[in-house]
């Protein structure tokens, strides 16, 4: 059996940027917040929801820099804890998400308290932070690279939630607008390392299927608040209380 040959790095990183079409900018939920036709139950539920996604970050990125035996990876890499923990005498992105609770509605305390995360979102993020936990470092570095699209879902944001939901407060917008540049400069380290490392055939399809678990991951937590919020089924709907 004659093993294929290997995709060029320009075919690979094609192939890496196709993988948008899987983005949850495409899953209903977003469509829908995109054109301004969610209510404020389905914006807060989202901004709640998400928050367990973004806490659980710097739990990702800790893990993928405890497997990392390589000290510049390590160097570069840590920025993505601070960008969302703060350091000392600076805020974060958690603190930015906090924000934008309250910009939508709720309270810091009930944001905080995860009452709203749903059963399904739970489970996605888990499962995912595991994989970092558990993968090889440049497998779950490579994960990371669904912020390739990212810029694109902020800007959005940032043009459209002004006009469509003039009732959340503009001051809480900024987690978009810092993410950004943020974004862009994560994906750069992180191509360069995917680019690098997949050499043949068989280890760039590796690749692709590990970005589609990610993948897999955003638009999973998103069915979920979209059967939650929109179909008005959330978890144990059928069960008496």
Not at 89 to 103: N, R, S
Not at 184 to 191: A, I, K
Not at 215 to 241: G, N, R
Request: proline share 5%.
């Amino acid at each position: 059996m004659t093993e294929k040959t290997p995709w060029s790095l320009q075919e690979f990183e094609t192939r890496i940027r196709d993988m948008e079409r899987f983005y949850h900018i495409n899953h209903p939920y977003h469509v829908m917040m995109h054109e301004g036709t969610l209510n404020k139950e389905q914006i807060r539920g989202w901004v709640a929801n998400r928050f367990y996604y973004q806490i659980n970050i710097p739990l990702k990125d800790a893990a993928i820099m405890a497997n990392c035996p390589n000290r510049d990876t390590r160097a570069q890499w840590i920025q993505r804890i601070i960008d969302h923990d703060g350091a000392p005498g600076e805020t974060g992105g958690i603190e930015a998400w906090l924000q934008l609770g309250e910009a939508v509605g709720l309270t810091r305390e009930e944001v905080l308290s995860e009452e709203h995360v749903l059963p399904g979102v739970r489970f996605a993020v888990d499962a995912y932070v595991n994989f970092a936990r558990r993968a090889d470092w440049h497998e779950a570095a490579s994960s990371s690279l669904t912020e390739l699209f990212a810029p694109k879902i902020h800007q959005q944001r940032l043009d459209n939630w002004p006009a469509h939901y003039p009732w959340i407060d503009p001051k809480g917008l900024s987690y978009f607008q810092k993410r950004l540049s943020e974004a862009r400069r994560d994906v750069e380290h992180g191509l360069r390392i995917t680019l690098s490392w997949y050499k043949t055939r068989e280890q760039q399809e590796k690749m692709i299927r590990i970005l589609k678990f990610k993948l897999d991951i955003l638009w999973t937590m998103a069915d979920a608040m979209h059967m939650a919020y929109v179909h008005e089924m959330p978890p144990y709907f059928t069960v008496e209380s």
